[in-house]
């Protein structure tokens, strides 16, 4: 079962997206708490990047899942958050070669 975050989750999580984007826009995050069979939570957070001329540095996804992890730890909120990146099929990434 999904429902939508409350606006306090929603914002402390765009938040922290919005400091690790590198320079790239992303239309607005799409961000609902998953219920697993054994009632267990968790955060799914769905970011559509917009086309970009700039590579996306996969290393900087990574930086941005621990910094959103640590803000929901220091917030009191235990559930595992999980980033799903969105990205536009002629978008570059950086270290990545497309197949001719």
């Given amino acids: 079962m999904k429902y939508e975050a409350d606006e306090q ?4 999580i765009e ?10 826009e992303i239309e607005p995050c799409n961000i609902v ?5 054994d009632d ?12 970009s001329s ?14 959103i992890s640590r803000a929901l730890l220091d917030s009191g909120d235990r559930r ?8 536009d099929d002629n ?3 950086k270290g990545v070669r497309r197949a001719c």
């Fill in 9 to 12: 989750t929603k914002e402390l």
């Fill in 15 to 24: 938040s922290v997206v919005r400091k690790h984007l590198d320079g790239h």
């Fill in 33 to 37: 708490i998953d219920v697993d069979d």
């Fill in 40 to 51: 267990v939570e968790s955060i799914e957070v769905g970011l559509c990047y917009k086309l």
């Fill in 54 to 67: 700039r590579p996306v540095d996969p290393a900087k996804s990574l930086d941005m899942l621990s910094a």
């Fill in 80 to 87: 595992t958050p999980y980033v799903e990146h969105y990205f």
């Fill in 91 to 93: 978008q570059e990434i």
